[in-house]
């Protein structure tokens, strides 16, 4: 409440329903519009029916609109937007340098110390604080994590187990080629970023040993030319046989349609794939994380802090956006949340029930192994070559069959000696 | 005529004020962009947004860094091999057509002509999602078909392999646009005056004398035309690319043209932040490139070409 006026009104609007009329007329003659940025356009009816009504039973005197811009062009849109004053008051962070260099431009505002930001933890907020850590900008919302999902029927009827190891998840795929028409593997390079997002980071983790890892090669520690990470790709080169037919030329929407309508077996996943599978599989489908090299006890996955939420520094309304945020920093929005978009963690301490089953599994891993983010994310992408360009090349061709593992370590390693000095 | 001389010529504003919209929009949406464009190619921007002047650095990067020269030379390379497919293949088969559709024997040629042109007026995105779908090796009708017709073996993920990707695309290209230098030739060839042609038949010329003695070099200033117009069309391509392989236009950059590296460097991609500034200068640097295309072609090639008064 941003004026004892609005409070007022608020709680006489509570008490009687003859005044609801009146409440609500005051409401809207009061009200504060707060206009959200965002480029999950896939979650408007959510947001629209769900979240905002949530949010607008405890703070009626807040009108909320969303205003998503298809994925691809939002960064360049927001940019545009943003220049032109004409940006929404509440802006969804994408991690890292993005959204950085939007704070360092002025156009995000510091919300270190906002109310609910105790809430989350350094980890959590890791994606969206300046290099020093010392000033926080986006609240975090959700993360995702990778796994690989497969087909439960498929599974029986081949009398297959749940790959633990990376020689039994071997011996699974080929089980499979050998014994049915089903593609082992569902997965293509035609888009190129599942080569690296649901191949390279998804399975590397367990072998550069999570955040230790990644912390190493940001320190110049570590180089890619090291075992530990041509292995990653050394792994990638024996799936292409097990990938289907022409995988080269088949696309993100290609392999969802595969997978669902029961042609192929495992698919290597994020956690954003389950609400598309829950509409679309007409079988069960449950995951498994990735298969640890043998004989290594410890696990670690890819638990990537992926959207967040700050203020436009140029709004007019910060006060009711920060209501706002501090409201999405609490346990109500975090279940309502994570149980609406299955495959969306909530980054927040709280502890929430998931009702969705596959969800569950993905969450319960956090249990069991160690979480680290993809490892070219952060400051190891804001030069020329940036490096997750180059991890989506060079894993599309080792994939295809194109590049061996040590070339395209090499070639990563190069493009990161050309402008990061601790690499040089 | 005796005009008497102490009358002073009036400024004619008439024509200045028949020229003044057309002048006025060309300078706002044409002009003014482009020298804007030019400007900004010299300038460079610090980490809070701050533009400072840079002179030909951009410049200086993008063709002697590594890290930047090697994707442009790529870029660069492939969009003149993009080119030169559309020359070998869209001209000819244009001309083939257009020699066929003129031909009086030819029963529907009407009903022809709109079905080839057709594609032309389609969106591009459509076409990129039709070939690709068409070309899948999951979905798509050409495996089988290929295999019906006794090929089968000679079927591939033409889409996703690096050493036929860009060919696939500039096929699909050549595709979409070939009813454009067909359209030309064929009004081209219609406006050849049929003495003409009677006259060589008389003279007793074959089909092929008609055509390549008295047709082809009444059309060669179209086929001119239609050149450069093929040449800055495939220079400024980007859409069917993106359309079809996305912004990274791969694999490992083999259909990367001009335009997505442009695309790439001006809005950013995935964490690879835009750079107006840097933008400018590729996008400057394709106008050049364009521009000494054009030049090349109107003063060494059009000057040469004899035009016959019909």
């Known amino acids: 409440m941003s004026t004892p006026v609005k409070g007022i009104a608020t709680r006489l609007g509570s008490l009687s329903l003859g005044l609801m009329l009146a409440t609500s007329s005051v409401g809207a003659w009061s009200a504060e519009k707060l206009v959200i940025e965002s480029w999950r356009n896939d979650d408007s009816k959510i947001w629209n029916d769900i979240i905002i009504p949530a949010f607008n039973q405890q703070h009626p005197d807040i009108e909320l609109v969303f205003s998503p811009t298809p994925p691809s062009d939002y960064n360049s849109a927001l940019q545009a937007k943003l220049q032109g004053g004409t940006a929404g008051d509440l802006i969804t962070c994408r991690p890292f340098d993005v959204s950085l260099s939007l704070y360092t431009k002025g156009n995000l505002q510091d919300l270190s110390n906002l109310a609910g930001m105790e809430n989350f933890s350094d980890f959590a907020r890791s994606a969206w604080v300046t290099d020093d850590g010392k000033e926080t900008f986006c609240l975090p919302m959700a993360s995702v994590i990778h796994g690989f999902i497969y087909n439960k029927e498929l599974f029986a009827e081949l009398n297959l187990e749940v790959p633990k190891t990376e020689s039994e998840f071997f011996k699974v795929l080929e089980t499979i080629k050998s014994e049915s028409r089903y593609v082992p593997l569902v997965m293509g390079t035609s888009d190129q970023w599942e080569s690296a997002t649901m191949g390279f980071q998804n399975i590397g983790p367990n072998y550069w040993k999570g955040e230790a890892g990644r912390r190493a090669l940001i320190d110049g520690s570590e180089k890619l030319t090291d075992p530990q990470y041509v292995k990653v790709w050394e792994q990638m080169a024996k799936w292409g046989p097990y990938m289907g037919r022409g995988y080269e030329a088949q696309k993100y929407a290609d392999s969802q349609n595969l997978f669902t309508l029961g042609r192929g077996v495992i698919y290597p996943a994020g956690s954003w794939d389950i609400p598309t599978f829950n509409d679309q599989a007409d079988f069960e489908f449950a995951a498994f994380p990735p298969p640890v090299p043998d004989g290594q006890d410890s696990c670690y996955i890819s638990d990537h802090t992926d959207i967040a939420m700050g203020i436009n520094a140029a709004s007019p309304n910060k006060e009711a956006a920060r209501t706002f945020l501090t409201w999405m920093a609490s346990k109500d929005f975090a279940e309502l949340y994570s149980n609406q978009l299955p495959g969306f963690f909530s980054l927040s301490n709280h502890q929430i029930e998931i009702k969705d089953p596959v969800a569950q599994q993905f969450l319960g891993w956090r249990q069991d192994c160690e979480q680290t983010i993809r490892n070219s994310y952060q400051i190891l992408s804001r030069g020329t070559p940036s490096m997750e360009n180059e991890l989506w090349n060079v894993s599309t061709q080792v994939l295809n069959g194109t590049l061996s593992p040590e070339d395209a370590a090499k070639q990563v390693e190069a493009g990161l000696q050309q402008w990061y000095a601790p690499h040089q | ?310």
């Open chain 2, 1 to 310: 005529m005796s005009q008497p001389s102490s009358i002073q010529r009036r400024f004619p504003w008439h024509i200045l004020f028949f020229l003044a919209p057309g002048l006025l929009i060309y300078v706002t949406f044409s002009v003014y962009p482009l020298l804007d464009t030019l400007w900004l190619g010299l300038f460079q921007e610090d980490a809070t947004g701050q533009r400072f002047f840079a002179g030909i650095s951009n410049y200086q990067t993008l063709l002697l860094d590594a890290a930047w020269s090697e994707p442009f030379w790529n870029a660069l390379w492939n969009n003149t091999k993009f080119f030169i497919i559309h020359m070998l293949v869209q001209n000819p088969i244009g001309l083939f057509l257009a020699a066929l559709l003129s031909s009086p024997r030819l029963r529907l040629s009407n009903t022809y002509r709109t079905l080839i042109f057709m594609p032309t007026m389609l969106s591009v995105v459509i076409i990129g999602f039709v070939w690709q779908l068409l070309l899948s090796p999951i979905w798509g009708i050409s495996e089988g078909f290929l295999y019906s017709i006794g090929l089968g073996q000679y079927f591939d993920a033409w889409l996703g392999k690096e050493s036929s990707s860009l060919i696939t695309l500039a096929l699909i290209s050549v595709w979409q646009f070939v009813g454009i230098p067909m359209m030309l030739i064929y009004a081209a060839m219609l406006s050849i005056p049929d003495d003409l042609i009677d006259a060589s038949v008389v003279d007793g010329s074959n089909a092929w004398q008609t055509f390549w003695n008295i047709k082809l070099p009444l059309i060669l200033p179209t086929i001119g035309m239609v050149s450069i117009l093929t040449f800055v069309a495939n220079f400024n391509a980007f859409e069917l690319v993106y359309a079809v392989k996305g912004a990274l236009a791969g694999p490992n950059f083999s259909s990367d043209i001009m335009g997505t590296l442009f695309y790439r460097t001006f809005f950013g991609f995935q964490l690879q932040s835009g750079s107006i500034t840097m933008g400018a200068a590729v996008a400057t640097l394709m106008f050049l490139i364009i521009l000494v295309g054009v030049m090349l072609y109107l003063f060494v090639v059009q000057r040469r070409m004899k035009r016959f008064q019909l």
